[in-house]
């Protein structure tokens, strides 16, 4: 079998559909999650450890993530070479995990032989996601690597991931919101408006909000990001958790507005982040321009 130029590799968090993942060859290091008396082993969406698994452990206690040892990088690095002559790593922010650093460590030290090149998105779930689904694209189509990592560097720099998380109750569970805060949130129905600033999850504020105004304020978000995108952006991601009715409304109404035909996915948010953003989140995944106001102005 005469192999690819470039093949693409990212971790778990990245929420891959599994038929992207399929077609486009796409190699997916596994994240651990570690709970007091068990640890699993996320592989992607659905592999390894399930919704249901991982909801059900959830809701008793908080879990912990874990990056697997240099061996299973080289595992998973040469798991893609044997499908291309080289590798491109694109992986979740380096502010949020350290799988970054030692996928650089392990190709510098372990594997100075092989063309391996490493990136990390500076986002993290479909952000990460619409970056990797777009390099596996040209990778599929026969690019080079020199090619592929130019459009990579690129796409980074422009790269967006935000939304509105509906449910707190796992913030405060993991120390990132005090029950205090919550307490007054719930009370007066403030959801927070969430992205990413220098590579970190930035919170740009609350609005007053039900299910109805946060599928409102999505859709003109999704409509704004339609129109911004950059031109080689094809795929408009939609994460959610455990909140397909609301994530499909707003995908009917986007096709609705959707002129130049902007590939949109609907994607449930992997086990790695759900954790974090508890359930009903809605979040966008695109390369292009982002403004807060998109979300944060409810008139």
């Not at 952000?127 to 020199?146: F, S, W, Y």
């Not at 690129?154 to 805060?181: F, M, P």
């Not at 966008?284 to 944060?296: A, P």
């Amino acid at each position: 079998m005469n192999k690819r130029k470039v093949a693409i590799v990212t971790d778990a968090s990245g929420d891959i559909p599994p038929k992207l993942e399929e077609k486009y060859n796409i190699t997916i290091l596994p994240i651990l999650m570690n709970f007091e008396e068990e640890s699993f082993k996320s592989e992607g969406i659905e592999k390894g450890f399930t919704w249901d698994e991982f909801y059900k452990i959830a809701e008793k206690e908080v879990p912990s993530t874990g990056i697997p040892g240099p061996g299973v990088f080289m595992k998973t690095f040469n798991k893609a070479l044997e499908i291309a002559e080289s590798v491109i790593g694109i992986f979740i922010s380096n502010k949020l995990s350290g799988v970054y650093n030692t996928a650089t460590m392990v190709a510098k030290q372990h594997m100075p032989d092989n063309d391996i090149s490493i990136y990390h998105a500076g986002v993290n779930s479909v952000g990460v996601g619409v970056v990797v689904v777009e390099a596996a694209r040209l990778a599929a189509a026969g690019h080079t690597k020199a090619d592929v990592c130019k459009k990579v560097e690129n796409w980074i720099k422009k790269v967006n991931y935000a939304g509105i998380i509906n449910q707190l109750d796992n913030l405060v569970r993991t120390g990132r919101l005090s029950k205090t805060k919550k307490f007054f949130a719930n009370i007066l129905n403030y959801k927070p408006v969430l992205g990413f600033v220098d590579d970190e999850i930035h919170v740009y504020g609350n609005i007053k909000a039900d299910d109805a105004l946060i599928i409102k304020q999505m859709k003109k978000f999704g409509e704004q990001a339609l129109q911004n995108m950059v031109e080689d952006n094809n795929t408009l991601f939609l994460a959610h958790s455990r909140w397909p009715k609301a994530a499909e409304e707003i995908v009917a109404y986007l096709n609705t507005v959707n002129p130049e035909k902007k590939e949109i996915i609907i994607q449930e948010t992997g086990v790695i982040n759900a954790f974090y953003t508890g359930k009903k989140l809605l979040a966008f995944g695109y390369i292009g321009k982002f403004d807060s106001n998109w979300l944060m102005d409810t008139k």
